[in-house]
Nanobody
């Protein structure tokens, strides 16, 4: 079955770094665009970063540009989010998303359970 399992969250002081990982299984990873979303308490979920199927293009929320980097390893069926210079406002549950980007899978949209990131001031 389809699984997206995030890891790497935790508690970090402002200015610190974390690296999130998302391990995918149960689908053809290289046919999916991958994204990281986050949801802070009392707020709507927002897109943090997205990477295309082959990793050739990325885009970021304005609030994280220059601090976060999304990458993927199609051989390992994994996507990563390197987060540097963390701020308290980066606190939230970070979730991995896979969106089909190939013939026959474009309607597929998978989510992981999320990992908590807490940044203390």
């Amino acid at each position: 079955q389809v699984q997206l399992v995030e890891s790497g969250g935790g508690l970090v002081q402002a200015g610190g770094s974390l690296r999130l990982s998302c391990a995918a299984s149960g689908f053809t990873f290289s046919r999916y665009a991958m994204s990281w979303y986050r949801q802070a308490p009392g707020k709507e979920r927002e897109l943090v970063a997205r990477i295309t199927r082959a990793g050739g293009r990325t885009n970021y929320a304005d609030s994280v540009k220059g601090r976060f980097t999304i990458s993927r390893d199609n051989a390992k069926n994994a996507v990563y989010l390197q987060m540097n210079s963390l701020k308290p406002e980066d606190t939230g549950v970070y979730s991995c998303n896979a969106k089909g980007d190939w013939v026959g899978v474009r309607e597929n949209d998978y989510w992981g359970q999320g990992t908590q990131v807490t940044v203390s001031a």
